[in-house]
T-cell receptor
Framework: AQKITQTQPGMFVQEKEAVTLDCTYDTSDPSYGLFWYKQPSSGEMIFLIYQGSYDQQNATEGRYSLNFQKARKSANLVISASQLGDSAMYFCAMGSRRGGADGLTFGKGTHLIIQP | DAGVIQSPRHEVTEMGQEVTLRCKPISGHNSLFWYRQTMMRGLELLIYFNNNVPIDDSGMPEDRFSAKMPNASFSTLKIQPSEPRDSAVYFC??????????????FGPGTRLTVL
């Protein structure tokens, strides 16, 4: 069984500071993917970034980067130069491939609030 | 390009009534997922389809829930009869299964269901 743990229920960060959102995972699957999604107050789920378990380099997408430490089973999201619009819920998720697409297992989320 | 489309966006119904939620995946995607989000349980996978075939419905809470995908561009999630505890936001997501560790899922805007 897969499990995602996000230990920070809420975070307050000053605008323009960097933010690290923690995510640890547990799985017995040899091949898996790790995802981060953003859910603003409007409710939609927005895909941010993906890391494959065999990827040698950490994923980056604009101001988002994923600090992937396979031995520690962690996949922290780093947001550089935070903006007020980054205030939202952030979910870490895991998926595996078993001959095709597979459903995602989500963490409980971190509520990030960016303060001016 | 159009994203995942869900209808209705909001549904209010009375206990015992039948509820049908609809989803149109992104054109060309071959995997479709139904999730439910509640405050208590977070985001849960209900069922998913690959190439219109249901693969895993172990997340469907009860026999009152059923899902179909008659073709590549349409899926329904039906609750009959509905109960107040079914109140939640129901998300549909789709992905294109490719080689690799995982496939990015793109979410629809969700249907907020309230059962009175």
């Amino acid at each position: 069984a897969q499990k995602i743990t996000q230990t920070q229920p809420g975070m307050f960060v000053q605008e323009k500071e960097a933010v690290t959102l923690d995510c640890t995972y547990d799985t017995s699957d040899p091949s898996y993917g790790l995802f981060w999604y953003k859910q603003p107050s409007s409710g939609e789920m927005i895909f941010l970034i993906y890391q494959g378990s065999y990827d040698q380099q950490n994923a980056t997408e604009g101001r988002y980067s994923l600090n992937f430490q396979k031995a520690r089973k962690s996949a922290n999201l780093v947001i550089s130069a935070s903006q007020l619009g980054d205030s939202a819920m952030y979910f870490c998720a895991m998926g595996s491939r078993r001959g095709g697409a597979d459903g995602l297992t989500f963490g409980k989320g971190t509520h990030l609030i960016i303060q001016p | 390009d159009a994203g995942v489309i869900q209808s209705p966006r909001h549904e209010v119904t009375e206990m015992g009534q039948e509820v049908t939620l609809r989803c149109k995946p992104i054109s060309g995607h071959n995997s479709l997922f139904w999730y439910r989000q509640t405050m208590m349980r977070g985001l849960e996978l209900l069922i998913y389809f690959n190439n219109n075939v249901p693969i895993d419905d172990s997340g469907m809470p009860e026999d009152r829930f059923s899902a179909k995908m008659p073709n590549a561009s349409f899926s329904t999630l039906k609750i009959q009869p509905s109960e107040p505890r079914d109140s939640a936001v129901y998300f549909c997501a789709s992905s294109l299964a490719q080689s690799g560790d995982g496939d990015t899922q793109y979410f629809g805007p969700g249907t907020r269901l309230t059962v009175l």
